[in-house]
Each structure stands twice: as C-alpha cells, then as structure tokens.
C-alpha cells in the first residue's frame, strides 16, 4: 500500500494547475486600509451570545430538536482515535473507519455547544470540557489520507510537524466558536481551558499557515489554478482567527493571507462562475468564498464587499443553473449526481447579492428538504450559524426551484439545455486533468420529467486509491464507464494533453447544440484523425452524432451508454429505457451498424459501495453497442426521446 501513499502525497502536493488565470484580486485591494477597518477581536460579535437572542431568532421547534441533540450528545464518549485506526489508511486503504471516529468526536461537541448555547444554563458544560480537552489531546486534527502533507510521509502523524489540511483547519473553527459560545461557561470550570483551546489551534493552525507554502496554496506560486482546498481551508482558518488570535497584528495578518489565497481562487474561475469540480464541490468551492465574504463583511462592519462583482455573482448563480430536478445535479469528475445544499446559506447569499432566483431557490430547498437547521452540516460550521440568522426570513420567502432553460459555461466548457417535452441533456468538453478529474471528455447525461436516464456514475467511495497513481483502475473514473466510445481497443486517457478541441456551443429558436473534437483526449495510437461529437437538445428529441474520420484503419469501436433505468432491448436499433417514474424513453440507433447488450454492474470492491449509496441503491446498468460493420470514416447518430402514452 506504500506505493498509493507516495501517490497521494504528489496529488496534496500538485492540487494547483496551471491553467488560465485573470488576476482579478477583488480582496486585495483592501489591504491597505485593512488595518484600520478590521474590528479587534473585543468588537467582533458575529452571532448573539445570550440565549435569549438565539431564542428570538429561531423557531421553537428547531430549539427543541437542537437541545435534544445536545441531550442525546451527553451519552457520547469522546474516545482516544487508536495508533492502529490512524494506520488502517496505509495497511488497508480504508480511510472512512478514521474519518467516523473524528468526525462524530466534533460533531457530538458542535451539539453541545448550540444546546447550551441556547439554553445558558451550564447543563452542557462538563461534556463539552469532556469534548475540548479529548480533541486537543488528539495527535493530529487532519485525516490519515492527507498526511502525505509531512516529511515523515503517510503512516502514523509527525506531532512535531502540525500540517493543516481540510479537517485541521475545520477542528480549528470547531474550537474557536465553541470558544465563542461556551467560553464563559469553561472559564467557570478552569481558566486553563481557553488558554489550552488557543494553544493547540496557535501550534496546529495558526503557526503553520505563517510559514508553509501549501501545494494545495499554489506552493508559493500566485500564477497557479487552486481548487476547493483553499477556500474551505480559508473559511475555517480565518473564523478561528477572527475569533480566537489575540495578537492584533498576528490577526491582520491571518486576515491578509485569507484574502490573498481566496483572491487566487477566484482568480482561477472562468468569467462565467463555473466550478469544474462540479456542482457537488461547489458547496466546498464557491460556498466556501461565500463563507469567507460573509466573515469579511462583518469583521469590517461591511466595508469589505465584493458580492457585487459580477465574477461573484456568476459563481453563485451556477448552482441553481446546474440544477436539474429535485437532488438531481449536473455531475462531472468526483461529483455526487444527487446532493441538498445548504438552502440557508443560498437564500442568504442571494439575499446579499440580490439574486431573487438564488434566493426562492435556497427557500425551496429549505422547505422542500427541511434539514433541521443549525449543526446539521457536519463541516462548515460557521455556515450554519450564518443561516441561523436568516432561517424564519429564508422559511417566509416564496419557494420556487429554478429551470434553467439554456446555460453555457464557457471556461469549463459545460453546457445544459430543456425542451417543452420534460427532457434535460447537459454536456462538457474540457480535459482530463481537472481536480478530481474521471476521463470524460464529450461525456453527456439525459433526464426526463426530472428521473435519470443516460447517466454519468459519478465516484465511489474514498479510499486510498482514489488519489493514487491507481485512480484510472477504478471503473468509475474511466471513459469505458462513460457515455463514450472505446476506439481500437482504447480509451481515453489522464492529463491535459487529453482535451476537447474545436468546441462551440449554440442556443436559439428552441434548439441548443454542443460540438467538439474529442479525438485529441485519446491517445495517439488509437488512430484517430478528428471524432467530432454533437450533442443537440431538439424540441422532440436528444440527439447526439459522432462524425469521424481514422488515421489508420479501424478495427474496433463500442459505444457505452450507463443507466440506472430498466434497460431492455426494443428490437434491433433500439433500447427501451423505463424510468423509476415509469415512464419509457427510446434510445434509437442504426441496428445495421451496432450489436446491443445490456450488463449489471456488479459491485465488488471498497470503492464500489459510494456508487451505490450516489443512486440509492438502484442497479447500475450499462448498454453496449458494439460496432459489427467498420470503416475508416463515418458517422453515428443516437436518438433519446420520450414516448407519448397512448
């Protein structure tokens, strides 16, 4: 397992890209005043701190459910996480035994504190002391996976090198708001507490983030791409700052470095906002910039403000415009297809950039898929006591869940479309060395009144596989598993090299239509000389065609379509889809060109269970044509179209 830990490491350390960047450094351009427009750690007040504002705020019923939660958290043990548990990453590749153990220690204490936070009473207060001192005794605050981070490699954590990944950072905010809420209350027990609360995340967090040059950080580099690492480390880093580091300068500093790192983010997106990560990142992406606005916004009484830049906005916007029905999202690279985000936080952030779309679209979510309110994330924290400010106002607004007609992302090369007959089609080009990157260039999914038919599978379950130099073993990950060709025995393969070319992307008079080159994401020995693939979005139909033209002859070529729908074959040309709404759709192809069969999926390894639990449960199906008549150029066209009841 050595060999997946070395790999690991190099993907920590090459999460950057280089890649277009526009030096934008919106958040920059307030250094200069920073220090005397930043409030000192005495001012800043974000949140109420008695339980009679909390009260006012929010409804009763979710007041009940959160001091339940802390009733149930006072059976919780706050357990030591074992040597042996710590080492299962490298013995066995299992990272999710670890990530339970530490995730729930935080949780249960994030209970605790909104209970007496509501409450006032000092109930809670052993418990949560129980909580603080057990985590500051733990060895490391990160994840045995990102370890890879220390000279000392994967393995047990160097206690000497603090290194601060996704899970550090986010324990580093756990500490400072549980500092912020029940400070009062430890005080009482021992004055050692808050001094030993401060002392850890200094050590852990603070001291580190003055000194390393991260790769994940652009390893010292501001010409770099970043991906969702800085923002959501940004987000954890500078709520513990703000509320914990009592060296006025030290804190100005931390506050400089948190916008220089969120500015070479947003340097990194395209004009048009859009995440390639996908839309199951973006919370950790884009939600995370939001996170640190919010921050700013309020550590300078609102005198930092960038939510009117239009790059903001288009960010934002892109989470309702991937939307496609109820949990269903456009799903690229690791990106789960269904997700809920956090209906608080996009009313909230409509709200600041006046965006009535993103604001009855946080209210649908929060009606429609009620989460409970605060503490239900189980990371960013700061998030869920901003939404608690807003929940009752959030509940009020009228719901209303967005469809898009028509969107194109242009940088990352992502286009989605509707027609009046209820289908959805989306499409991307791009390259195969995005973060989190599967080889999926000219990939497409179709839904139709909102169920999935031709799917992207999206990942499985982490392990150490997942970010080694074996992610490509993994079936989910490949183009063969994708709705692509395999030419001559070949898929695509990894790195940017691996691209979409030629692309353009049109929309009017109720056709939208993306056309790219994808032979160049293959390698050369396929023998491709141009595979132009068109996916049109017809006011009937879906069609998608492949126009090719080989280099040397052509000796083999199948076409996947994956689905989670009953798939059957129609007849020679066809495959019936049913979808779990019952509803049929024709895939139609040329019978005389394709052999058609339809395989399980079978789930055998670790990674397979994520797979599983993306479609709950549901079968995974993969249709295969194969190609009985072969020439050196030609041209394929797939139909996908309802079928009107009768």
């Not at 500093?253 to 995440?275: P, S």
């Not at 479309?417 to 209820?422: F, M």
């Not at 693939?533 to 379509?561: H, N």
Request: hydrophobic share 40%; net charge negative.
């Amino acid at each position: 397992m050595r060999p997946y830990c070395l790999a690991v490491f190099l993907v920590l350390a090459t999460f950057c890209a280089k890649a277009q960047v526009t030096q934008r450094n919106l958040l920059q351009s307030y250094v200069p005043g920073l220090r005397s427009e930043l409030m000192s750690r005495g001012e800043f007040h974000p949140f109420p701190q008695a339980p009679a504002a909390w009260r006012a705020l929010l409804p009763d019923t979710l007041i009940r459910n959160i001091i339940k939660g802390g009733e149930d958290a006072l059976h919780f043990e706050f357990r030591p996480i074992p040597a042996t548990l710590t080492l299962e990453f490298v013995r066995t590749g299992n990272r999710v035994r670890y990530e339970k153990a530490s995730f729930e220690k935080r949780n249960a204490l994030c209970s605790l504190v909104y209970a007496e936070m509501l409450e006032g009473k000092g109930r809670f207060a052993d418990k949560i002391l129980d909580g603080v001192w057990s985590i500051c005794e733990e060895s490391y605050w990160g994840l045995p996976a990102h370890l890879g981070m220390q000279k000392a490699g994967a393995g047990l954590p160097d206690v000497e090198e603090p290194t601060v990944d996704l899970f550090a950072a986010e324990t580093a905010a756990v500490m400072a708001w549980t500092d912020y809420f029940a400070g009062a209350v430890l005080e009482k027990i021992s004055p050692l507490v808050r001094q030993r609360i401060y002392y850890e995340v200094n050590r852990r967090v603070f001291v580190p983030m003055q000194t390393q040059k991260y790769g994940y950080l652009g390893a010292g580099r501001s010409d770099v791409k970043l991906n969702n690492w800085a923002p959501w480390v940004m987000s954890n880093y500078l709520a513990a700052a703000l509320v914990l580091e009592k060296d006025e300068a030290k804190r100005v500093d931390a506050v400089e470095r948190v916008m220089h790192y969120t500015d070479q983010y947003i340097n990194g997106l395209g004009d048009d906002g859009g995440c390639d990560e996908g839309p199951g990142y973006w919370s950790a992406a884009g939600g995370c910039v939001f996170d640190v606005l919010n921050l700013l916004s309020d550590a300078s009484k609102g005198k930092i403000d960038v939510f009117h830049e239009p790059i903001i906005q288009k960010m934002g916007a892109y989470i309702y415009k991937t939307h496609i029905a109820g949990r269903y999202y456009i799903n690229v690279a690791d990106a789960a297809p269904q997700i809920i985000p956090d209906g608080g936080m996009l009313y909230y952030a409509g709200k600041v950039m006046k965006d009535t779309l993103m604001m009855g679209f946080g209210s649908w979510i929060y009606h429609q898929y009620p989460s409970g309110g605060v503490g239900y994330e189980q990371f960013h924290r700061t998030r869920t006591l901003y939404d608690a400010l807003i929940l009752k106002e959030c509940a009020a607004y009228a719901p209303k869940e967005p469809e898009v007609r028509d969107c194109w992302f242009a940088d990352v090369q992502l286009m989605a479309a509707r027609n009046d007959k209820g289908m959805f089609v989306a499409s991307h080009g791009g390259h195969n060395a995005e973060s989190h990157n599967h080889n999926d260039v000219g990939d497409f999914v179709v839904y139709v009144h909102g169920e999935p038919v031709i799917i992207d599978v999206g990942s499985g379950t982490y392990t150490a596989r997942t970010f080694s130099s074996h992610r490509y073993d993994l079936w989910f990950n490949t183009s063969a598993y994708h709705n692509l060709p395999v030419i001559n025995g070949y898929q695509q393969k990894d790195g940017k090299q691996y691209s979409a070319s030629g692309v353009k992307y049109e929309a009017g008079r109720g056709v939208s239509s993306l056309v790219m080159d994808i032979g160049k994401a293959y390698p050369a020995e396929a023998g491709i000389g141009s595979w132009v693939r068109a996916v049109r979005m017809g006011k009937e139909a879906v069609v998608v065609s492949d126009a090719y033209a080989m280099s040397k002859p052509m000796e083999s070529l199948t076409q996947t379509f994956m689905t989670v729908c009953h798939a059957e074959l129609g007849g020679r040309g066809r495959v019936v889809f049913v979808t779990g709404a019952g509803e049929q759709v024709w895939l139609d192809y040329d019978g005389a060109v394709w052999d058609a069969t339809v395989e399980k999926i079978e789930y055998k390894e670790p990674e397979d269970e994520g797979v599983r639990q993306h479609w709950d449960g549901r079968a995974v199906y993969r249709v295969l044509l194969k190609a009985v008549r072969l020439a050196p150029k030609g041209e394929m066209k797939y139909t996908i179209r309802t079928v009107e009841k009768g």
